[in-house]
């Protein structure tokens, strides 16, 4: 069992927890994620790595509530339990020798983009961060960003908050003007990623996706990660758990992956909306 030792809300549907787990803090990287079961019925997901302690032994954690596991996650307080804390698994994010780079984060994959942005910054990196959301609600993270960038750019797609418009804006403005970069990292929505990815195309900068989103069981096991990368002329399949979750994003097939998503939206709202019926149930 694994205590929960804080708790905090970012926003209306994005909640923080700290899980005391001492073993997985000191050998968790940036990039790298965690499966979890909140209880021993439970079903198994994975979340990435937001942040770790190692003095206090804690692993930062934070997730959109956007099914039945999520749900029931989020009904935990701060001194309760969760089963099982399993990791760190995955690749870690490629620092290393990159002198300059832009991360481009989108809503909840901003608190994955966060200690990568911390890891190059940490190794005297120059860091950009651009930052994206649907509105100033939903607006999670501005300060940590702040704190380990030395250009935030913040945008919001109804113009509520910062900027207006989407991430890749101010990127192209900063192409077109003849910035440069060793790296873009992008994190977010799968139809960000394809955008940002085109955007820096024309100009050849490297770009690396977090294929995050379509992970399931976070061990292959599923399939449902599959992911078919170009390669030299050749469809390739990989698995974002077990081969990434980091990528190429020249190589992805953002479409298909789009597609395969999709499959699992009606369940997953079916599955949300009977946890929460149940959880009604339990405090009547």
């Known amino acids: 069992m694994y205590r929960i030792a804080s708790k905090k809300n970012l926003n209306p549907t994005v909640t923080q ?8 803090a000191n050998k968790a990287l940036p990039g790298q994620f965690i499966i979890l079961r909140v209880d021993e019925a439970g079903e198994r997901i994975p979340l ?29 307080n701060e ?26 984060g989108g809503g909840v ?42 250009r935030l750019i913040v945008m919001t797609d109804d113009g509520s908050y910062a900027r207006h418009g989407n991430v890749t804006v101010p990127l192209k403005e900063m192409l077109e003007a003849g910035e440069t970069f060793d790296m873009i990292i992008t994190i977010g929505p799968l ?18 996706v977090s294929m995050n989103p379509i992970m399931i069981d976070g061990t292959g096991m599923c399939g449902g990660c599959r992911l078919t ?21 020249y190589e992805v097939d953002f479409d298909e992956a789009m597609s395969r998503g999709r499959m699992y939206f009606d369940f997953e709202r079916r599955a949300h909306d009977a946890a929460c019926n149940l959880l009604k149930g339990t405090n009547a």
């Open 48 to 76: 990435t790595v937001a942040g770790t302690d190692k003095d206090r032994g804690t692993v930062k954690i934070i997730f959109q509530i956007v099914g039945a596991t999520t749900e029931l996650l989020n009904h935990k």
């Open 191 to 208: 139809i960000m990623m394809k955008f940002v990815t085109l955007t820096a195309k024309p100009f050849g900068v490297p770009v690396t």
């Open 79 to 104: 001194g309760e339990f969760i089963q099982d804390f399993v990791g760190p698994l995955g690749v870690p994010t490629h620092t290393e020798g990159i002198g300059k780079v832009c991360i481009v």
């Open 109 to 150: 994959g901003c608190a994955i983009a966060m200690p990568v942005a911390q890891a190059f910054h940490a190794q005297g990196a120059e860091v950009t961060s651009i930052i994206g959301f649907r509105s100033k609600d939903l607006l999670i993270l501005e300060d940590e960003f702040r704190a380990c960038s030395d």
């Open 229 to 249: 990368l170009v390669q030299d002329g050749k469809r390739v399949t990989k698995f974002a758990c077990v081969d990434g979750p980091d990528f190429n994003g």
């Open 17 to 24: 927890m700290e899980i005391e787990a001492p073993l997985v």
